[in-house]
């Protein structure tokens, strides 16, 4: 059996190459720990104690079936990972950024974006090649472009510019913007970024993005708005023909239960009652939404939508009729 020396990168490597032992099974001997890594019995024992100082809990029992096992730490460590084993994490991580699993889509583009930056080229098209060759059932969700994801994700991190192609719902053009953050609703991917051309806070929706670019562009941050309040109201207010205002005869802690923060703003207006607002372009759809609401309410405006919900119900009422009458 091999000595190695226990200084320099030559002690980093097989330390590392411990690590990944002790991920592989759940209990090394310490005698065949050291076949494998070529270093005496004494050598294994002074590596397990740096792994335990860099955090690693490496559990040690004597005996027979004793032996060397890694168990649950406190702290979270950086995973060891094979080339197949790094490929199929990324994939994973795509597919819950694209939002097949529920909750985890923000949680998913910032590891894929630390993920990507360390991966190799060749492994990287192995991903990009299996999603592209994959398919979801659409969950009615708006798609995103992976890429686009961690473009934007590495770019709010790196505090750099970004230009792309928007297909907003009054024009298209290229927009100019400093990133700051990205927002997950239950549906889609906002980013809230200031706007260079228009000198002001703006909300994107990411499906409606094209060719965007990170050109190198560094910026100062600025005093940003809080991330996720700012893109509620403006996808509850913001860029639609018709806001709409209504009382609900519940609490708010009630109808917040029922209706996500990407659909609109619930505020209260005392212990039994709420103010509901959301925007929309067609007014017998927010009509038919709002009317859907468990609850007694009062459209407060537009009147506009109070004279669609009227025509509405009267429809619903001749369609309710008895047909054998009249």
Not at 12 to 41: I, K, N
Not at 227 to 236: N, T
Request: glycine letters at 10%; charged letters at 25%; aromatic letters at 6%.
């Amino acid at each position: 059996m091999s000595t190695t020396s226990d200084g320099g990168t030559g002690t980093t490597a097989r330390v590392l190459r411990l690590l990944d032992l002790l991920q592989s099974r759940p209990v090394w001997s310490g005698t065949e720990l050291a076949d494998r890594l070529g270093v005496t019995t004494r050598s294994v024992r002074r590596d397990v104690e740096r792994l335990r100082d860099l955090g690693y809990p490496v559990n040690a029992a004597h005996g027979a079936g004793g032996g060397y096992q890694l168990g649950a730490g406190r702290r979270l460590p950086p995973l060891l990972l094979d080339d197949t084993e790094a490929v199929a994490v990324a994939v994973c991580l795509r597919l819950a950024a694209g939002g097949t699993v529920e909750g985890l889509g923000e949680a998913a583009v910032r590891t894929l974006a630390k993920l990507d930056q360390v991966l190799p080229g060749r492994l990287r098209a192995q991903v990009e090649a299996i999603h592209e060759a994959t398919v979801t059932l659409d969950s009615g969700a708006a798609t995103v472009d992976a890429a686009t994801l961690l473009l934007l994700a590495r770019a709010c991190r790196e505090t750099e510019r970004v230009t792309f192609a928007y297909a907003g719902p009054r024009g298209s053009g290229e927009r100019r913007v400093e990133p700051y953050r990205l927002v997950a609703t239950g549906r889609r991917w906002y980013l809230l970024a200031y706007d260079l051309d228009r000198e002001d806070w703006r909300t994107f929706r990411l499906d409606r993005m094209a060719d965007a670019e990170a050109r190198g562009w560094r910026f100062t941050p600025r005093e940003a708005p809080e991330a996720a309040a700012y893109v509620q109201r403006s996808i509850s207010r913001g860029a639609y023909d018709h806001v709409a205002r209504v009382r609900i005869e519940a609490p708010k802690s009630l109808v917040e239960k029922q209706i996500p923060p990407s659909v609109g703003t619930v505020t209260s207006d005392g212990p039994d009652r709420c103010i509901f607002e959301a925007g929309g372009n067609h007014l017998g759809a927010m009509a038919m939404h709002i009317g859907a609401l468990p609850w007694e309410m009062t459209v407060l405006e537009p009147p506009e939508l109070r004279e669609t919900m009227r025509e509405q119900a009267a429809r619903m009422l001749r369609a309710a009729g008895d047909p054998t009458t009249g």
